[in-house]
C-alpha cells in the first residue's frame, strides 16, 4: 500500500496549457500537497531546489525544450527527481522511451483524477525512500570518519574476519587494546552487534 506523503512533499507541475495547470494545483492541494507551476522547462530548471520530497507532472509537447529532452537533462545533471508524463500528444514509443529512462508513469489526456494522484503518491513514495537511503548512507559515512586511524585498522581486519589475537599480532598490540579499539569503535558507529560493524565497515569500503 502507498504511504500518504509527508506534509512538505511537493508536486512541480509543468505544462504550457494554465487550464491544465490551475487544475492540477487544485487537485493536489485538495489531498495537502504542495505544489509549484511552471509554463516551460526551462523555467523550471532557473527555479530554486528544494530539498523536500518531490515529484515532477510533466507535459510532453513543451515550448522550447521538450519534456522528453528535460527528462534527459535532468538524469544528465543527476537530478533524481520522480517525473509522471501527463500528455495528449503520446504514442507507445514515447511512453516505452520515457518509462526506460525512469519515469514513474506516461498518463495520457484527458486524465482521471485518481489515475494522477496514484502516480503522484507513488513518485512521492519513492523520492522519499531515496531520500532516507541517502541519509543513511551519509550517516554511515560519517561515523566512519569519526574513528581514529588505529580504530580504523582494526574494525577492518575485524571485518575480514580476523581474531583479535591475530589483528594483535599484525598491529603490534595487546588482545585486550584491541578489543577496547572494537568496542569504541562499535559504539561510534553505533552498531548493536558485531555483524552490524562490520555490515556498516564493508559499507563504508565500498563507498
Given at each position: 500500500?502507498?504511504?500518504?506523503?509527508?506534509?512538505?512533499?511537493?508536486?512541480?507541475?509543468?505544462?504550457?496549457?494554465?487550464?491544465?495547470?490551475?487544475?492540477?494545483?487544485?487537485?493536489?492541494?485538495?489531498?495537502?500537497?504542495?505544489?509549484?507551476?511552471?509554463?516551460?522547462?526551462?523555467?523550471?530548471?532557473?527555479?530554486?531546489?528544494?530539498?523536500?520530497?518531490?515529484?515532477?507532472?510533466?507535459?510532453?509537447?513543451?515550448?522550447?525544450?521538450?519534456?522528453?529532452?528535460?527528462?534527459?537533462?535532468?538524469?544528465?545533471?543527476?537530478?533524481?527527481?520522480?517525473?509522471?508524463?501527463?500528455?495528449?500528444?503520446?504514442?507507445?514509443?514515447?511512453?516505452?522511451?520515457?518509462?526506460?529512462?525512469?519515469?514513474?508513469?506516461?498518463?495520457?489526456?484527458?486524465f482521471r483524477n485518481q489515475d494522477?494522484?496514484?502516480?503522484?503518491?507513488?513518485?512521492?513514495?519513492?523520492?522519499?525512500?531515496?531520500?532516507?537511503?541517502?541519509?543513511?548512507?551519509?550517516?554511515?559515512?560519517?561515523?566512519?570518519?569519526?574513528?581514529?586511524?588505529r580504530e580504523r585498522d582494526v574494525?577492518?581486519?575485524?571485518?575480514?574476519?580476523?581474531?583479535?589475537?591475530?589483528?594483535?599480532?599484525?598491529?603490534?598490540?595487546?588482545?585486550?587494546?584491541?578489543?577496547?579499539?572494537?568496542?569504541?569503535?562499535?559504539?561510534?558507529?553505533?552498531?548493536?552487534?558485531?555483524?552490524?560493524?562490520?555490515?556498516?565497515?564493508?559499507?563504508?569500503?565500498?563507498?
Open positions: 500500500m502507498t504511504e500518504h506523503p509527508r506534509s512538505d512533499s511537493t508536486v512541480f507541475v509543468i505544462d504550457d496549457d494554465a487550464a491544465v495547470r490551475t487544475v492540477l494545483k487544485v487537485l493536489f492541494e485538495s489531498v495537502g500537497l504542495h505544489v509549484q507551476l511552471f509554463a516551460s522547462g526551462n523555467t523550471f530548471l532557473e527555479a530554486p531546489v528544494m530539498d523536500t520530497p518531490c515529484c515532477l507532472v510533466l507535459d510532453v509537447r513543451l515550448p522550447g525544450m521538450s519534456g522528453l529532452k528535460l527528462q534527459e537533462e535532468l538524469i544528465k545533471a543527476e537530478v533524481n527527481v520522480p517525473i509522471i508524463f501527463l500528455t495528449a500528444h503520446g504514442d507507445i514509443h514515447m511512453a516505452v522511451g520515457a518509462m526506460k529512462a525512469g519515469a514513474v508513469d506516461f498518463l495520457t489526456k484527458p494522477v494522484l496514484d502516480a503522484v503518491y507513488a513518485a512521492l513514495e519513492q523520492d522519499g525512500t531515496r531520500r532516507r537511503k541517502e541519509q543513511s548512507s551519509s550517516t554511515i559515512r560519517e561515523r566512519f570518519e569519526s574513528l581514529s586511524p574494525v577492518a581486519r575485524v571485518a575480514a574476519g580476523v581474531l583479535n589475537k591475530q589483528i594483535a599480532a599484525e598491529l603490534g598490540l595487546s588482545e585486550v587494546t584491541v578489543k577496547v579499539h572494537r568496542a569504541k569503535a562499535m559504539r561510534k558507529m553505533h552498531a548493536k552487534s558485531l555483524a552490524e560493524l562490520v555490515r556498516m565497515t564493508d559499507f563504508a569500503h565500498s563507498e
